[in-house]
């Protein structure tokens, strides 16, 4: 039984590529989690935990920070829900590898807020300029 599902499986994958160029679906499926990814922070504000990291060695400014899926470039407002500071910073990394947190914030970002003796603070996330795919540097 599951090598005829196994076989129907592949049928439609095959069926499936035949009708769809790989690049061109690539490109569309990228398109498409973009333009998702900048709709959600654009009409929503994200909460969620954070944690502080030392940052990258080459960043031009203290206050960075990593995030999954937001492009480099990104400014994002984050605020310590706790105490209520905030900070910007520039999405210059992706992470954070646990899935437990939102965002990863440099120490001097964290400092900024206030969670550096917590390591971790309740946080909310506003995009406050998308770096848009034209706008990047390759």
């Known amino acids: 039984m599951t090598s005829v599902k196994t ?3 592949l049928l439609g994958l095959l069926h499936f590529l035949a009708f769809q160029p790989a690049a ?14 900048h709709k959600e922070f654009a009409q929503n504000v994200t909460h969620g935990k954070c944690v502080w990291y030392s940052g990258r060695k080459d960043a031009k400014t203290p206050y960075t920070a990593a995030h999954r899926t937001l492009p480099f470039g990104t400014r994002v407002l984050v ?13 210059n990394d992706r992470g954070p590898v646990s899935h437990k947190f939102v965002i990863d914030i440099s120490r001097a970002a964290a400092a900024k807020i206030g969670m550096i003796n917590d390591g971790i603070a309740d ?14 540097k390759h």
């Open 7 to 9: 076989a129907l499986c």
């Open 123 to 136: 946080v909310t996330l506003k995009v406050e300029k998308a770096q848009s795919h034209n706008q990047r």
């Open 24 to 37: 061109a679906l690539s490109k569309e499926h990228r398109q498409h989690k973009r333009s998702a990814i």
């Open 79 to 91: 605020t310590n829900r706790k105490n209520n500071r905030s900070v910007l910073v520039l999405i």
